[in-house]
């Protein structure tokens, strides 16, 4: 298991806190170590975000919207 300790310092003490790492983080962070220059790790970051937004339009895309819901006044009333 890996853990990653990390420092947290506060005026009255110190506290270490270990979480471990998910496999996503891990394989991530592995991943990352070989990004030696920085055009490297701004193409690992592109390739990331590209992802994910790939991720977050297949989830829009299976939610139900109907014309009510178009149409609907969202926002909270004042008082």
Do not use: G, W
């Amino acid at each position: 298991m890996y853990i990653c300790s990390v420092i947290l310092k506060t005026k009255a003490m110190s506290t270490t806190v270990q979480q471990p790492f998910n496999a996503t983080q891990l394989h991530l962070l592995k991943m990352l170590s070989f990004a030696k220059t920085e055009k490297t790790l701004q193409d690992l970051k592109k390739l990331l975000r590209d992802f994910y937004i790939q991720q977050v339009e297949k989830e829009v895309d299976t939610f139900p919207i109907n014309d009510e819901m178009l149409n609907e006044h969202l926002r909270t009333p004042y008082k």
